[in-house]
């Protein structure tokens, strides 16, 4: 299956310390170095009025301020073709933004103050700066000292701050703690994983074109932490510059909110024993007052803000915190409101906390009840969305029957499409952690046939694109795409040799290969009896890390961050690695394999810090049969890059002037939202009795939309659930098909009433 994907990655940076007379002794870098040092460079002065700054900020040392409570950020223009940073920090990570599009995520590798070398090779010219911190540090001092630029250039003069100001004050949702994390459980270490930046605080003001501050602390809450100790609070805390420092105190007549939003309560729910049983009558009142209290204190703070109560996802939470917004208002508090927010189906990671796309569904909710609020007058939205990338111009071949298609707009927008022929049908859209708005579509395609696709995007203001994007291609079902992780692939060029597999003579290696940052091995092995096994363990021994696939799919990662696999990605640290990859019922991986062939494909990759890789493995079932030891043949790609994709026949292939075999596919209903009616599609490969049910979210049938026997083709049926007097809300539109020569299908999509 063909996929046309537009991405925009985030590689961690390849940090260069460079000396400097105030530098402290300098250790090991995080990243290898670059080839040099930032020649000539001149620093700027953290104090250097062009300088913005965002956020709470401790200036009592304006060479080096400090900070500590999350969500800073600072922002400068420049000239130049390089740009170094000078701090002292070697805990968190920074999002390193040029000319509006992420460059880099920089983490410091020293403890001392240094100068580090972050982007090189820029045009010639202007540019801008933006530098957000990532994740949630606090206790310690932590200083930025400064600019890096190119000898004999400067600073320019940057653009006034919005006018618009924002104070999020919340916990660990709030500080987006492990967002971009892709497991469930909690890491040892959140930070790496962390994007404030693509928190649903930050999103928000991006939407309003809003300074914001950030006062939240992971596991803190309004009455008590999440362990119940009454000391472990953000009230107690909110009056300081840096969360370390009880003397540093923060100047709240420096910088005055139009809006401060409140997020708290899940950690109090946990230490007043919601998560064990329940919350006493006394402890929610406790809680009550303590959240009166503290909006009776930002009232004094800020005479002029308004304050929004913003409920998480627990029953009881929404119950008491809409209780003190009712009896605040009753009191003559009419800048205090309330909004909530519900368990979104877009996913939780890092023990529970919201993912990416979670946290854009939290914002969109907060966005929507601050737009009721009408804090500030409505300025016309005239700008059009834009695609930020499409696929190229050029005609292509597709050699699929279905066109998986990724777009990416750079708002909140809807995308469109359409042949000649046939009217504008809706993509889904989901988020993109770059802050931007991803949307794909799966389509039908006919063998032979040549295709012309228009795209066209219209944002949630209604503006849309000047004219539309145009997508032209050529339909082949003969041959197919193969990708180096699948067995039908030819590696017929690639190494072949008895592990283990070096790049350097010290790692003992039976078959030498070249000192690359990643190589790449295979190897097959014969399953006779799939029913026969119930488990089987592979064992990888690897320097420094590695990434698994069995049959083409990604089953294990083995000292190797997060992020899409490539041939710079670097193992997260230098050792040798020895990692069984178990495959059972237990994980899901048992069902991976196939009867007969198999394919294991490993990719392995050196570390910033070593010269040389190594690997060698071994596999066995739960009966103890091997089916491959120690030392056996694998073929081995270590031509310095990721091997490329082959367009190959078809093992069976398709005769010539004879259609491939059609697909069953059931399309997303357009329009999605929609109201009061939608049209449903779905295509069949051969006649096949079928059922087209809808459902509701209790699970009950609210419609049946087709039944009985339909012909190979094409097919749609029309849903109104208005006509019924159904509620508005979610549906499920479940398609049943039983052909006559194979096995059933049943295919779902999710449907959006709007009443």
């Not at 040092?37 to 040392?61: C, E, K, N």
């Not at 653009?159 to 924002?166: L, N, T, V, W, Y």
């Not at 009753?330 to 919201?354: E, K, M, S, W």
């Not at 799966?442 to 795209?455: A, C, F, K, M, N």
Request: with cysteine; hydrophobic share 40%; glycine share 8%.
């Amino acid at each position: 299956m063909n996929l046309i994907r537009i991405a925009l990655s985030i590689a961690l940076a390849t940090a260069t310390v460079i000396p400097t007379a105030a530098a402290e002794p300098a250790g090991a870098a995080t990243a290898a170095a670059k080839a040099a040092p930032l020649a000539g460079s001149r620093l700027v002065p953290a104090d250097h009025p062009w300088i913005q700054y965002f956020g709470r900020w401790d200036f009592t040392d304006p060479l080096a301020p400090a900070h500590g409570w999350p969500g800073v950020y600072i922002r400068a223009d420049f000239e130049g073709t390089s740009l170094g940073l000078r701090m002292t920090d070697d805990a968190y990570y920074w999002n390193l933004f040029i000319d509006g599009e992420p460059v880099t995520i920089f983490h410091g590798s020293q403890s001392g103050t240094t100068s580090y070398s972050v982007v090189e090779g820029l045009p010639d010219g202007q540019h801008s700066l933006l530098l957000t911190k990532r994740n949630e540090y606090w206790w310690s001092r932590f200083t930025f000292n400064g600019l890096l630029l190119d000898e004999g250039r400067d600073l320019l003069p940057p653009p006034e701050k919005p006018a618009r100001r924002i104070e999020f004050i919340g916990d660990s949702f709030t500080s987006a703690s492990g967002n971009e994390y892709a497991y469930t459980d909690t890491p040892p270490d959140p930070a790496p994983y962390t994007n404030i930046f693509e928190g649903f605080c930050p999103i928000t003001a991006r939407h309003f074109n809003a300074q914001y501050h950030m006062c939240s602390i992971s596991g803190y809450g309004m009455a008590v932490d999440y362990k119940g100790d009454a000391t472990g609070t953000i009230p107690a805390l909110f009056d300081r510059a840096v969360v370390y420092n009880s003397a540093i105190k923060w100047d709240f007549s420096a910088w005055q909110p139009d809006l401060v939003v409140i997020c708290l309560g899940l950690n109090d729910y946990s230490g007043l024993g919601g998560w064990s049983g329940g919350v006493s009558a006394g402890n929610q009142t406790l809680f009550k007052n303590r959240y009166h209290e503290f909006v009776a204190r930002l009232t004094g703070l800020y005479p002029a803000a308004t304050i929004l109560a913003f409920a998480p996802h627990v029953e009881l939470l929404q119950e008491l915190t809409a209780a003190v917004v009712r009896e605040a208002q009753a009191a003559g508090l009419g800048r205090i409101h309330y909004a909530d927010f519900p368990y979104f189906d877009t996913g939780y990671v890092n023990g529970g906390h919201p993912n990416v796309a979670t946290h854009h569904q939290i914002a969109a909710r907060l966005i929507a009840a601050i737009d009721s609020l009408r804090i500030w007058p409505e300025e016309a939205d005239v700008t059009p969305p834009r695609f930020t990338a499409l696929p190229a111009d050029e005609p292509f071949t597709l050699y699929s029957p279905l066109l998986e298609l990724t777009v990416e707009t750079d708002s909140y927008a809807s995308v469109r499409w359409s042949e000649e022929d046939r009217p504008w049908a809706q993509m889904e859209h989901t988020f993109a952690t770059t802050g931007r708005r991803l949307h794909r579509t799966t389509i039908p395609v006919e063998h032979g046939r040549s295709y012309t696709l228009y795209l066209h995007a219209i944002d949630d203001a209604g503006n849309a694109t000047a004219s539309s994007a145009v997508l032209r291609f050529t339909v082949d079902t003969t041959r197919a795409v193969r990708r180096w992780q699948e067995l039908e692939y030819d590696d017929s060029a690639w190494k072949t040799g008895p592990a283990p597999l070096g790049s350097s003579a010290a790692a003992s290696p039976r078959t030498l290969i070249a000192p690359v940052d990643a190589a790449y091995f295979r190897r097959t092995f014969t399953i006779e009896d799939l029913s026969a096994i119930a488990g089987m363990g592979a064992l990888i021994k690897c320097s420094d890390g590695a990434i698994v696939w069995l049959n083409g799919e990604e089953i294990q990662r083995i000292n190797m961050p997060a992020g899409a696999p490539g041939y710079s990605l670097f193992a997260s640290k230098s050792a040798a690695m020895s990692s069984m990859v178990v495959l059972n019922l237990q994980n899901g991986l048992l069902g991976k394999l196939r009867s007969g062939e198999n394919i294991l494909a490993v990719e392995v990759h050196r570390s910033s810090a070593s010269p040389w890789l190594a690997f060698d493995s071994q596999l066995t079932d739960n009966l103890n049969r091997f089916y491959y030891k120690l030392g056996s043949e694998w073929r081995c790609w270590d031509g310095g890059a990721a091997p490329e994709e082959k367009v190959q026949e078809k093992t069976s292939r398709v005769q010539p002037g004879v259609q491939p075999p059609g697909i069953f596919l059931l399309e997303q209903n357009y329009p999605n939202p929609f109201n009061p009616s939608t049209l449903v599609r779905y295509h069949l490969a051969a006649p096949a009795q079928v059922r087209l049910e809808v459902y509701d979210l209790a699970g009950r049938r609210v419609a049946l939309l087709a039944e009985g026997l339909r012909q190979a083709g094409a097919h749609e049926a029309r849903f109104a659930p208005g006509e019924a007097g159904l509620p508005g809300g979610c549906y499920f539109c479940r398609l049943l098909i039983s052909p006559g020569d194979g096995p059933g299908r049943t295919l779902t999509r999710k449907m959006l009433y709007l009443k």
